[in-house]
């Protein structure tokens, strides 16, 4: 079956703090890979994306992502988080043929300044 | 304007009610999709469709219909509310499975 696992639920940082988000999916055939974030009371915004070419991908407002194929694994980092960070975020695996996307749980993310 | 925009914002319905969510875009996009949030469970996709003849049932399609009027328009109906549906609603948009979604701003729905 088909779907996406993000292992924090819930994580409290500190400002300058570093950030990284597990994402883990399960799918067959060829992927596309995203992260989007949602401040509060907000719509879904893109953070990043991969779908073929260099695993690293860097994305809007210092984050960047890794795809580990092997590990069937798009982790979300950031070297220092800003308190403006603090948002829900979401993994989410799609195909390529028909673009629906499977999104994870979700990861709410606070900051303390 | 917005890209996708969704109407309305909020509403608040009673059980057995037949409601019906909005969604239009500006985005020439062909594919459209509406999901739900809850709390924990993250989006779940209801229905998606890649053109006015063409719609297809998410996972979680029961107790929900659809019309995709236009291309640009692609409304959700629910027929008889239960509390149950009460979430918040997002339509959404793209052109090709690479490129991601364009949200709308949601609906959130409150079932009573």
């Known amino acids: 079956a088909q779907s996406v696992s993000q292992h924090n639920h819930h994580v409290i940082l500190s400002e300058a703090a570093s950030l990284e988000l597990g994402c883990n999916y399960s799918y067959g055939g060829t992927v596309n890979l995203f992260w989007y974030v949602q401040y509060p009371g907000q719509h879904l915004q893109l953070l990043l994306k991969y779908f073929s070419g260099d695993p690293l991908v860097k994305g809007i407002k210092g984050f960047e992502a890794e795809f580990i194929k092997s590990k069937f694994s798009f982790n979300l980092r950031k070297p220092s988080v800003q308190w403006s960070d603090t948002a829900e975020y979401f993994c989410?695996?799609?195909?390529?043929?028909?673009?629906?996307?499977?999104f994870g749980q979700g990861t709410t993310l606070q900051v303390k300044p | 304007d917005a890209d996708v925009t969704q109407t309305p914002r909020n509403r608040i319905t009673k059980t057995g009610k037949r409601i019906m969510l909005e969604c239009s875009q500006t985005?020439?996009?062909?594919?459209m999709y509406w999901y739900r949030q809850d709390p924990g469970l993250g989006l779940r996709l209801i229905y998606y469709?890649?053109?006015?003849?063409?719609?297809n049932k998410g996972e979680i399609s029961d107790g929900y219909s659809v019309s995709r009027q236009a291309q640009a328009k692609f409304s959700l109906s629910l027929e008889s509310a239960i509390p149950n549906q009460t979430a918040l609603y997002f339509c959404?948009?793209?052109?090709?499975?690479?490129?991601?979604?364009?949200f709308g701003s949601g609906t959130r729905l409150t079932v009573v």
């Open positions: 959404a948009t793209s052109v090709r499975g690479r490129d991601g979604y364009t």
């Open positions: 469709s890649f053109d006015v003849k063409d719609i």
């Open positions: 989410a695996v799609g195909s390529s043929n028909t673009g629906k996307l499977i």
């Open positions: 985005k020439g996009h062909d594919r």
